[in-house]
């Protein structure tokens, strides 16, 4: 779990909310706010974890925690970003991949831009990490004609079989 900053084009701050499973590297959760504060970041976790699914444990920076799900925080040094790795790739990978080549008009545009991003980091972009595959796992695909279908705003393609 972790906070990335992003300027909107008009010099405002926004700050979005990203939740990583380590297992599978899955992005799974994602929300902006222009104003992070730790109620905000306990609603989203409660939202991003039903009861049913809450993990046992949760890696962050120094923020805040929620402790009524049952979740183990453990809290990484102050200024060591390297205890926190995925989150930290991830977010590289979430600005070089999408945010340096935008716009960011508010709120609402970096909230959409980022949930199309995390639908094709899960579904769609392969990691040597899983043996080429997505963090949701996908069928393998035999011949058959290829097409390319935009995603993220045409930032990226995807090729499926039709």
Same mark, same amino acid.
């Given at each position: @779990?972790?906070?990335?900053?992003?300027?909107?084009?008009?010099? =405002?701050?926004?700050? $979005?909310? %990203?939740? %990583?499973?380590? $297992?599978?590297? *899955? &992005?799974?959760?994602?929300?902006?706010?222009?104003?992070? !504060?730790?109620?905000?970041?306990? /609603? #989203?976790? !409660?939202?991003?974890?039903?009861?049913? *699914?809450? +993990? /046992?444990?949760? %890696?962050?920076?120094?923020? /805040?925690? &929620?402790?009524? @799900?049952?979740?183990?925080?453990? +809290?990484?040094?102050?200024?060591? +970003?390297?205890? =926190?790795?995925?989150?930290?790739? &991830? %977010?590289?990978?979430?600005?070089?991949?999408?945010?340096?080549?935008? @716009?960011?008009?508010?709120?609402?545009? &970096?909230?959409?831009?980022?949930?199309?991003?995390?639908?094709?980091?899960?579904? !769609?972009?392969?990691?040597?990490?899983? =043996?080429?595959?997505? +963090?949701? $796992?996908?069928?393998? #695909?035999?011949?058959?004609?290829?097409?390319?279908?935009?995603?993220?705003?045409?930032?990226?393609?995807?090729?499926? #079989?039709?």
């Amino acid at each position: @779990m972790d906070l990335v900053v992003v300027a909107t084009v008009r010099f =405002n701050l926004l700050y $979005a909310l %990203i939740i %990583i499973r380590l $297992a599978r590297r *899955e &992005l799974v959760w994602v929300n902006v706010t222009a104003h992070p !504060t730790p109620e905000w970041i306990a /609603r #989203q976790i !409660t939202e991003a974890f039903p009861w049913n *699914e809450a +993990p /046992r444990y949760l %890696i962050r920076d120094r923020d /805040r925690r &929620l402790r009524a @799900m049952s979740i183990r925080d453990k +809290p990484i040094s102050t200024g060591s +970003p390297w205890q =926190n790795s995925l989150a930290e790739r &991830l %977010i590289g990978s979430i600005r070089r991949e999408c945010i340096d080549h935008l @716009m960011v008009c508010g709120a609402q545009h &970096l909230r959409r831009a980022l949930r199309s991003y995390a639908r094709y980091y899960n579904e !769609t972009r392969t990691r040597r990490s899983l =043996n080429k595959d997505a +963090p949701l $796992a996908r069928p393998i #695909q035999r011949t058959a004609r290829i097409v390319s279908h935009a995603v993220v705003g045409g930032l990226h393609h995807q090729y499926i #079989q039709t």
